[in-house]
């Protein structure tokens, strides 16, 4: 890019050369012939001049020999020529120029933007992590009470119970009832102690809170130390509910990438809902479409989508639990160490299925790993491993199906007569069995987090 001093000097030689090339054909021309040849260019021009009267010649051949004849006008148009195109030129460099100057205003105006921006978000990132680290500070000094409270009632407590003791031993010498109010001391004692530990308990969660909290604003800051400034009009969100404390009524918004679209989650606790039936009772016997974008409404019975889950499962490595319920009240779980499904093209395959979690009580034993590797089956989009049936159309809803299925999470609710609802209903083997429909049913993702491998 050209500097305005450089184009100025630039203009200023071009004209000093115009003017010099004028000046020289300017005086090739007023130059006067030798002496000796001036009488012989007078008789050459008298007969020109003679034959042309004798003889009329045709326009065009008029004007070329008088064009011929008169070298001065040939050297002014010349002359004329250069200077227009002179003039064009140094009108283009000056459009450049204004133009050059324009845009790096406009690139000066968007970097004070950004500067702006980018300052004060650690601003408030700095007064965030300040405001966090007074919070923690005040807990750890509410549990430091706590603990020597409960020290302190420890030590009184101690000498009653010792009186107690004694009281009861000599329960003949006193009336019952001065007994019945001795006891009723350490009762109280200890019923004091349990709800200090439990406040103490209630403490450790929010510290823990708060440390991830803080976790994130050091990431946020190490990541702007580090030059790996956002994007202009682009603010960070959470990518799972690791960031509950972000949720606003259990609903959180997340977004993966910068570059990926963001959608709305519902929570529970640091666990992803993916599913969840038994509050409306909406049908989940649909198309190949709307298991793919998602449907329901997220406060009630929903399924989050297919692209979604593949998003998420492909971003982080997940493990999977799922929470059933019987008509009776009994709640079983059954989870699994990692899951993971594929992408549309592959027909979103149930990819990985990791360990079952066995030590989950109650447990509602493994009726899953049947079907894994199998990819997803709709009404009208059968890629299970049945040759002569459609497992979607059996079973009346969708999931991943082998030859056919052990459970159908996705099946039609029943009402009534569930006990007798035959494979249509929504079903774990291990849990009721086949022909059981069940009343409430949750599938949760949560990512394993390098720290404590998922063991949480």
């Known amino acids: 890019m050209m500097k305005k001093p450089q184009l100025k000097l630039m203009i200023n030689i071009i004209g000093l050369l115009g003017w010099s090339l004028v000046g020289g054909v300017l005086a090739a021309v007023t130059e006067s012939p030798p002496q000796n040849?001036?009488?012989?260019?007078?008789?050459?021009?008298?007969?020109?001049?003679?034959?042309?009267?004798?003889?009329?010649?045709?326009?065009?051949?008029?004007?070329?020999?008088?064009?011929?004849?008169?070298?001065?006008?040939?050297?002014?148009?010349?002359?004329?020529?250069?200077?227009?195109?002179?003039?064009?030129?140094?009108?283009?460099?000056?459009?450049?120029?204004?133009?050059?100057?324009?845009?790096?205003?406009?690139?000066?105006?968007?970097?004070?933007?950004?500067?702006?921006?980018?300052?004060?978000?650690?601003?408030?990132?700095?007064?965030?992590?300040?405001?966090?680290?007074?919070?923690?500070?005040?807990?750890?000094?509410?549990?430091?009470?706590?603990?020597?409270?409960l020290d302190e009632l420890k030590d009184l407590s101690r000498p009653i119970r010792q009186a107690a003791a004694q009281e009861e031993q000599d329960s003949e010498r006193f009336p019952r009832n001065q007994s019945d109010l001795v006891l009723s001391v350490p009762e109280r004692l200890d019923a004091l102690a349990s709800l200090l530990a439990s406040t103490a308990i209630n403490v450790r969660d929010l510290q823990q809170s708060v440390r991830k909290v803080l976790q994130n604003n050091r990431r946020n800051l190490q990541r702007h130390r580090a030059g790996q400034q956002p994007k202009p009009g682009y603010m960070e969100h959470a990518t799972s509910c690791l960031d509950e404390y972000l949720a606003i009524n259990g609903i959180l918004k997340l977004q993966l990438t910068p570059q990926s679209e963001s959608f709305y989650v519902p929570c529970d606790k640091d666990w992803t809902v993916i599913m969840s039936r038994g509050q409306d009772g909406i049908n989940f016997e649909r198309s190949w479409l709307e298991y793919k974008d998602g449907f329901g409404n997220l406060a009630g019975d929903f399924f989050i989508g297919l692209d979604k889950v593949h998003a998420l499962t492909s971003s982080t490595l997940h493990e999977l639990r799922i929470v059933l319920e019987d008509f009776q009240g009994n709640v079983a779980f059954a989870g699994y160490s990692s899951f993971a499904i594929g992408s549309e093209k592959e027909a979103y395959p149930l990819s990985l299925l990791g360990q079952f979690q066995s030590e989950l009580q109650p447990s509602a034993g493994d009726s899953l790993s049947y079907q894994a590797g199998a990819k997803f089956s709709t009404i009208d989009n059968d890629n299970d491993n049945c040759v002569d049936c459609s497992c979607a159309q059996r079973h009346r809803g969708a999931g991943w199906f082998n030859n056919c299925a052990t459970s159908n999470l996705m099946g039609t609710y029943f009402e009534s007569n569930y006990a007798n609802a035959g494979q249509t209903g929504i079903f774990w083997e291990k849990f009721q069995g086949l022909e059981y429909s069940l009343m409430k049913v949750r599938m949760l993702i949560r990512p394993i987090t390098p720290e404590d491998g998922g063991q949480r």
């Open 37 to 149: 040849q001036q009488p012989q260019a007078q008789l050459q021009l008298q007969q020109t001049h003679q034959q042309t009267r004798q003889q009329p010649l045709p326009s065009s051949r008029v004007r070329s020999s008088a064009y011929r004849s008169t070298p001065a006008a040939t050297a002014h148009c010349e002359y004329k020529e250069l200077m227009t195109k002179l003039h064009d030129r140094v009108g283009i460099l000056a459009t450049l120029d204004e133009d050059q100057r324009h845009r790096l205003e406009v690139i000066d105006k968007k970097i004070d933007d950004l500067v702006a921006s980018n300052t004060g978000r650690m601003e408030s990132l700095k007064a965030q992590q300040m405001d966090f680290q007074q919070r923690l500070d005040s807990f750890e000094h509410i549990q430091r009470l706590s603990r020597n409270t």
